[in-house]
């Protein structure tokens, strides 16, 4: 239970050290994209690098080469994804989320709670580690395509560029053009 023999721990020392030098030389030379959360597939990848790094440690089924193959597949069908995604606006709209507005000027928008799983209360908690104690100071909170909650405060020059691309819901929209 504690201790089979010293050849196992041998092994897993051995294929330990080669599987991290083949996973990060692939990381290097496939570039900071291959880690990133950007959105679910990049997570997907990262959750089965690890796994796939964790099966090639404890399982003596598997062999060291096997397993660096499984790290180029994900890595390379990973690079495949993010290169037509980039290149194909159908593709990507296949492929990736879109973020979503939960709170507008103050105001939550409770549709779109309701459809993203999210509680006010965590709305609030985002707000408040973002250093705002009122909702009133925050031109809005986004739901992004990897998870996190990111909250934008007001601009100097009144500008909202960088929500450019997050979809104003219908009702909210409406409030909007009341308020111009």
């Known amino acids: 239970m504690f201790f089979d023999n010293w050849?196992?721990?041998?092994?897993?020392?051995?294929?330990?050290?080669?599987?991290?030098?083949?996973?990060?030389?692939?990381?290097?030379?496939?570039?900071?994209?291959?880690?990133?959360?950007?959105?679910?597939?990049?997570?997907?990848?990262?959750?089965?690098?690890?796994?796939?790094?964790?099966?090639?440690?404890?399982?003596?089924?598997?062999?060291?080469?096997?397993?660096?193959l499984g790290f180029c597949v994900l890595i390379g069908l990973q690079l495949i994804v993010a290169w037509i995604?980039?290149?194909?606006?159908?593709?990507?709209?296949?492929?990736?989320?879109?973020?979503?507005?939960?709170?507008?000027?103050?105001?939550?928008?409770?549709?779109?709670?309701?459809?993203?799983?999210?509680?006010?209360?965590?709305?609030?908690?985002?707000?408040?580690s973002s250093g705002f104690a009122s909702l009133a100071q925050v031109e809005a909170v986004v739901l992004e395509t990897d998870g996190s909650l990111s909250v934008v405060g007001p601009s100097s020059d009144g500008s909202t560029s960088a929500l450019s691309d997050v979809p104003l819901p219908s009702k909210a929209a409406g409030l909007a053009d009341l308020a111009s």
């Open 7 to 68: 050849d196992g721990l041998l092994r897993t020392f051995v294929v330990g050290v080669l599987a991290y030098i083949a996973i990060v030389a692939l990381i290097r030379i496939t570039g900071k994209r291959t880690l990133s959360k950007m959105n679910a597939f990049d997570f997907v990848v990262t959750v089965a690098l690890g796994s796939t790094l964790a099966t090639v440690l404890l399982s003596k089924d598997v062999a060291l080469a096997e397993g660096v």
């Open 85 to 128: 995604s980039v290149r194909s606006q159908f593709f990507k709209d296949l492929i990736k989320a879109e973020p979503t507005m939960l709170l507008h000027r103050g105001e939550f928008l409770h549709d779109a709670l309701i459809d993203a799983r999210v509680a006010p209360e965590e709305v609030m908690a985002a707000v408040r």
